[in-house]
Nanobody, 123 residues
Framework: QLQLAESGGGLVQPGGSLKLSCQLT????????IGWFRQAPGKGREGVSC????????KYGDFVRGRFTISRDNAKNTVDLQMNSLKPEDTGVYYC????????????????WGQGTQVTVSS
């Protein structure tokens, strides 16, 4: 069993930055990757980024375009998402989830989910 808990969301002005953190507890299993997803109001959940716990390989959604950086700390069992140059369209609930790396950007591929943290980008 694996539990995930997000933190770091909040209100930020356009162009600002936020850092989200995902704390993992339980058995991480070497084959898991951790992904960040988001869901805007009235829209489906989409993959933002993910990182392999075993070798640090990363994936990013096309809309990220160099603005976001995902990182992992195996010793602390945390995965962070540094978000810069935020836009109003980045607003939504951000979730971290555990999945096999081959489908870590697909919501249906996740086995475990956190509760989510709200990110609002507005002036």
């Amino acid at each position: 069993q694996l539990q995930l808990a997000e933190s770091g969301g909040g209100l930020v002005q356009p162009g600002g930055s936020l850092k989200l953190s995902c704390q993992l507890t339980g058995t991480t299993q070497g084959y898991y990757s951790i992904g960040w997803f988001r869901q805007a109001p009235g829209k489906g959940r989409e993959g933002v980024s993910c990182v392999s716990f075993s070798d640090g390989t990363t994936k990013y959604g096309d809309f990220v375009r160099g603005r976001f950086t995902i990182s992992r700390d195996n010793a602390k069992n945390t995965v962070d998402l540094q978000m810069n140059s935020l836009k109003p369209e980045d607003t939504g609930v951000y979730y971290c989830a555990a999945a096999h790396f081959s489908h870590c950007m697909v919501p249906a591929g996740a086995d475990y989910w956190g509760q989510g943290t709200q990110v609002t980008v507005s002036s």
